[in-house]
């Protein structure tokens, strides 16, 4: 079974650029969620989705950030403009029974210069 | 106060001994509660889960839970150098799919 597949693994941007990241998840899996670690910080939730469904963005830091789900498969996130702080490290991660956990994506590092 | 806490460590342990990760949450509804390991520049990999009070063990892993304490504990027997790595603990709140997850326990076995 392939695991959560992101890209890119690594984006260097200016600020005030674009970016958009895409995460694969597991196949057959509803559940994708975003998360962010920022340097020195915790991981931290940034959005739920149910197939193509938002159910949870309550950890969206504004507006800049848009996340979608196509046919409820992929999805991408997608910054703009981005700002300095918006540096860190974005870990996909999906499940079909969010009960036990679940798997994360090997995350894109994002560097906004 | 943070939702969950961790020491960041680093914690050393010299191989063939017990590690053991502590980790505090503060909703007091929470309902279940996840040990990942993540080596550096992984992804975070789960170890173990545990819903209820007491313990649960999975080969040389054990996690502990005490609700009343609002504490979580993992244990790693007979540590290995290939255990090196950061810890996460996650907690899922009341109502909620998402984790909130701890800052991480940097964990090094000596060998």
């Known amino acids: 079974e392939a695991g959560v597949t992101q890209f890119p693994s690594h984006s260097v941007i200016e600020k005030g650029q674009t970016v958009t990241l895409r995460c694969d998840p597991i196949?057959?899996?509803?559940?994708l969620y975003w998360y962010r670690r920022v340097m020195g910080k915790e991981i931290k939730f940034l959005l739920h989705f149910v197939k193509e469904s938002k159910q949870d963005e309550s950890g969206m830091p504004n507006n800049r950030f848009l996340a979608e789900r196509t046919g409820g498969t992929y999805s991408t996130l997608k910054v703009q403009p981005a700002e300095l702080e918006d540096s860190g490290v974005y870990f996909c991660?999906?499940?079909?029974?969010?009960?036990?956990?679940?798997?994360f994506g090997s995350g894109t590092r994002l560097t906004v210069v | 106060q943070k939702e969950v806490e961790q020491n960041s460590g680093p914690l050393s342990v010299p191989e063939g001994a017990i590690a053991s990760l502590n980790c505090t949450y503060s909703d007091r509804g929470s309902q279940s509660f996840f040990w990942y390991r993540q080596y550096s520049g992984k992804s975070p990999e789960l170890i173990m889960f545990?819903?209820?009070?007491g313990d649960k063990e999975d080969g040389r892993f054990t996690a502990q839970l005490n609700k009343a304490s609002q504490y979580v504990s993992l244990l790693i027997r007979d540590s290995q150098p290939s255990d090196s790595a950061t810890y996460l603990c996650a907690v899922r709140p009341q109502g909620a799919q998402k984790l909130v997850f701890g800052q991480g326990t940097r964990l090094t076995i000596n060998p």
């Open positions: 545990i819903y209820s009070n």
């Open positions: 196949s057959g899996h509803d559940n």
């Open positions: 991660a999906s499940s079909q029974d969010w009960n036990y956990g679940y798997t």
